[in-house]
């Protein structure tokens, strides 16, 4: 970077030969659909549940603000000045920081193995929506076929579906089991369509967004209105945003709220940067960094009432079925009339029953029906997605349809996604010039897509899923946060702040204003220091663990 104007002052004549996006839109939806991933659909709204509801914003938005938006400004700042990936920026700023490009391309090669065998699930749920009734509704056969098989009768028939008939589980980690082929079908024909939609780079990935970026919203939407309709959806929501503000006074709200802003705009990952270097460098870098993070921002929050109105209408559900088995059970053991006992008034039937003839009640064993409990039931990742929100589909008319349509929603949500871990990884490795000129572009990026087919195999495995999880939970995170704290350490101090905000000001035509140059210097370097050593400091006191699934229990640590 350099403060006298040109078109390239450190690219060598590489910026003119660089291709660049067809229009502004194709730009932001790139980057809005790397930015916005599952993580927003299936972790932010269990935040926001489990962490004070309403409150929960408070502590997220002065993130953003303090945080998110001055990190994300820089990278996309980087990328487009000097044209070039990850790797080739940092080292043009310094050579010492060459390794903070070199990490974020080995992180992003590392999540787009498990992230794309999440997709592998998905592929594997929708192509099992095209079915009526849909498989996970109901308890297979047994091998003699004169009854249901007893370990799914002893769990829930969604629990069963994505456990054993889809990962079939071993009972640990240590027991890797067998490669599962029709998950390694689903996982090449994954790589298949990611090679295919970034074979050409942004040309290709360009062309696909349109409708991976945009078609997420338009099924979000289209659940939001349906699942505003249904019964039980006010009381999700109600459940979802009350505040409680006692929640703040958590160090772990504060952490957790952090944490997700960086993860979701997918920042030290290099994705950005890569695409951030194929604008035009008189773009207003300033104004995408803001649209492009409130946005993302805005659609965690929408896509949490889309998500909790259906899960509302899922507890109210089960919470009537609850109150019906009572019911029965009272109206069988005293002789009452049939549908004598309305839900309505079982509480007060219940009551009198209980000052009357206790003796007889307590002999009922029934259950206790509460629509907070059926309200708590929440969860997050594969969790919400396969188990719980396929639970509640099963009670939608026209099943399917839902089925697939959600299943296609977080496809291409995923899909777009993967559009930028993969330019994060081969936008750096073409900088660097790793192939002779003459090889096709297309070879480099087969060649990338066949070595990450190849390594995540280990993942369709019978253990795979806990392979998965113990990735996701300890190879990005504290990476990632160390490699943010370099990169605006290094702009701010390294490179140095005026110069940068020379550079900003040459291609934005305005110079970056007292609340940048702060949160660049100060505050956001002692931010991401804290939550670095925050999260460190938790990882060491949490033992490692995963979730293994136990039939008579669910789900067990």
């Not at 460098?281 to 921002?297: F, G, H, M, Q, Y």
């Not at 160390?482 to 702009?491: M, P, S």
Request: charged share 15%.
């Amino acid at each position: 970077m350099a403060c006298a104007p040109g078109p390239d002052p450190l690219g060598g004549g590489i910026g003119d030969q660089r291709p660049k996006w067809d229009s502004k839109l194709q730009y932001l939806l790139s980057c809005v659909g790397f930015a916005v991933g599952l993580g927003n659909l299936w972790r932010f709204p269990y935040l926001c549940q489990s962490h004070g509801g309403g409150a929960f914003l408070i502590p997220y938005f002065i993130a953003l603000v303090l945080e998110g938006i001055p990190l994300f400004h820089v990278e996309l700042a980087i990328g487009q000045r000097l044209r070039r990936g990850s790797v080739g920026a940092w080292m043009a700023i310094s050579p010492y920081l060459g390794g903070v490009g070199l990490g974020g391309l080995s992180v992003s090669f590392l999540i787009s193995l498990y992230y794309n065998m999440v997709l592998t699930w998905v592929l594997w749920y929708l192509l099992n929506s095209f079915q009526q009734p849909l498989p996970w509704g109901a308890c297979p056969l047994d091998v003699n076929r004169t009854g249901l098989v007893e370990e799914c009768q002893a769990t829930s028939t969604v629990s069963y579906f994505w456990y054993r008939q889809t990962l079939n589980v071993t009972a640990a980690i240590e027991d890797s089991g067998s490669v599962q082929w029709r998950l390694l079908a689903c996982l090449a024909a994954c790589w298949a369509v990611v090679y295919l939609c970034v074979i050409r780079g942004i040309e290709s990935t360009g062309k696909a967004i349109y409708f991976t970026a945009s078609f997420p919203y338009l099924v979000l939407t289209i659940f939001l209105v349906r699942g505003l309709t249904l019964p039980g959806a006010v009381e999700g929501l109600i459940y979802l945003f009350t505040p409680n503000m006692h929640t703040l006074q958590n160090p772990r709200v504060w952490l957790d709220a952090a944490t997700q802003i960086f993860f979701s705009l997918s920042l030290a990952i290099g994705g950005h940067i890569a695409f951030a270097s194929y604008n035009l460098p008189r773009n207003d870098c300033e104004k995408d960094a803001l649209t492009i993070a409130l946005v993302n921002s805005m659609t965690s929050l929408y896509a949490s009432i889309a998500v909790f109105s259906v899960l509302g209408f899922k507890a109210a559900k089960d919470h009537g079925r609850c109150l019906d088995g009572n019911i029965l059970s009272l109206i069988n053991e005293f002789d009452f009339p049939e549908h004598s006992i309305s839900r309505d008034d079982y509480a007060t039937i219940l009551t009198h029953l209980n000052s009357t003839q206790p003796e007889r009640v307590a002999r009922l064993y029934l259950e206790t029906c509460h629509l907070q409990d059926f309200l708590d039931k929440s969860a997050s990742g594969t969790g919400l997605a396969f188990i719980v929100f396929t639970e509640a589909i099963l009670h939608m008319p026209a099943s399917p349809v839902w089925a697939v349509l959600f299943f296609s929603m977080l496809f291409t949500l995923g899909l777009s996604t993967m559009f930028g871990n993969m330019e994060g990884i081969i936008t750096p490795l073409l900088d660097m010039g790793l192939l002779p000129r003459w090889v096709p572009k297309e070879v480099l990026t087969g060649a990338a897509c066949l070595a990450c087919f190849l390594s995540a195999t280990c993942f369709t495995l019978q253990s795979g899923s806990y392979w998965l999880e113990v990735f996701d939970s300890h190879v990005a995170s504290l990476n990632l946060i160390l490699f943010a704290f370099f990169e605006v350490v290094g702009v701010a101090y390294v490179y140095g702040l005026d110069r940068f905000c020379d550079d900003i000001e040459w291609m934005t035509g305005r110079r970056p204003g007292l609340y940048w140059r702060v949160t660049w210097k100060v505050i956001s370097p002692l931010l991401l220091l804290t939550i670095f050593v925050a999260y460190f400091a938790l990882l060491t006191q949490t033992p490692l663990s995963y979730k293994a699934w136990n039939p008579q229990d669910e789900e067990m640590e």
